[in-house]
């Protein structure tokens, strides 16, 4: 996608609403569109956590006059169940047990803060229990479909489970041999149920990406709902999208000394021969950004 594109996008895409509105209008993807809505929330929100946190004795008064907190919320363009983390606090709730609150609406200490957290709960698709379980869904499908490709072209691997506690980082998808892509030996795999922005890409190729290429070598990130054109990677990351990833019939590295990472998996794809050969392969970003600002 062009960025100009992007841009427009990611300025229409304010309220919820606004993703099944421009899906209808513009016949696009409404899960990518929801993917840039939530760049947008999260984001905007973290920008703006201290300032409306400072707010909040100010906002309280106002509820207690009879305002709700949904109301506010909107006023402010918060998040409905962000909002209500915050004042929750300063309306009897202990802070510890604020976001149980939001998981078991019964336990507020009141009617009136009950049907008023059902309601946030009702309208937030970001911060609500329910859409952050969204987010790890469209994180599990994605890392779901990658592991089913390796297998499809019988590729051993090892998952993030598997290598708990080995190391630093790990990605989602260590390969027992390197693929071989256009004369680079990719060793690892990594899925972004995501849309690769430039923020987006910047934030994961500093804290993620860049140290697997230090631990494992060169690899590739699948990001499943693109990226912007244009997009630049350091050397050893290359940049793939659905469509590309799922084109592509990898060359394997015929097997040899074994790396560092241990002796050949087992327990995901068996390693009975070598890949078959390439056919058209080509190369073409969030955990949902959706977690709370600190």
């Known amino acids: 996608m062009d960025r100009a594109t992007y841009q427009r996008l990611y300025e229409a895409l304010v309220n919820f609403d606004d993703v099944a509105r421009l899906a209808r209008a513009e016949h696009r993807d409404e899960e990518l569109l929801f993917v840039i809505h939530t760049h947008r929330v999260t984001r905007d ?6 300032v409306v946190k400072r707010q909040v004795p100010r906002l309280v008064a106002q509820w207690k006059r009879g305002r709700t907190i949904l109301d506010i919320a909107q006023e402010w363009r918060f998040p409905p169940v ?11 709730v202990p ?25 946030l709960l009702a309208v937030d698709m970001i911060y609500s229990p329910h859409g952050m379980e969204l987010q790890r869904e469209r994180g599990r499908r994605g890392e779901e479909r990658m592991h089913r490709w390796l297998e499809r072209h019988g590729i051993g691997y090892r998952t ?6 080995k190391y630093a980082k790990t990605p989602d998808a260590l390969l027992d041999e390197a693929i ?7 060793k690892w795999l990594e899925s972004k149920a995501n849309f690769g922005d430039d923020v987006e890409l910047r934030k994961n190729l500093k804290r993620q990406l860049g140290p697997y290429t230090e631990l494992f070598g060169e690899g590739a990130v699948v990001y499943w709902y693109g990226f912007v054109d244009g997009a630049e990677s350091p050397p050893g990351i290359l ?27 087992r327990d ?8 078959p050969t390439p056919s058209g392969p080509g190369s073409a970003p969030g955990e ?3 977690a709370p600002p600190p």
């Open 239 to 265: 940049l793939w999208d659905a469509e590309t990833f799922e084109g592509i019939t990898p060359i394997v590295q015929a097997p040899h000394a074994r790396s560092h990472a241990g002796p050949p998996s």
């Open 180 to 186: 071989i892509f256009f004369g680079q030996k990719l």
């Open 82 to 92: 962000l909002m209500g983390q915050l004042m929750l606090g300063d309306l009897g």
């Open 268 to 275: 995901h794809a068996p390693r009975e021969s070598p890949g």
């Open 160 to 165: 993030e489970k598997d290598l708990r506690g």
């Open 45 to 50: 929100a973290t920008r703006r956590f201290y």
């Open 95 to 119: 802070r510890k047990k604020v976001w149980q609150v939001f998981l078991h609406p019964e336990t507020a200490p009141d009617r009136r803060l009950r049907e008023e957290v059902e309601r």
């Open 288 to 290: 949902p950004a959706g």
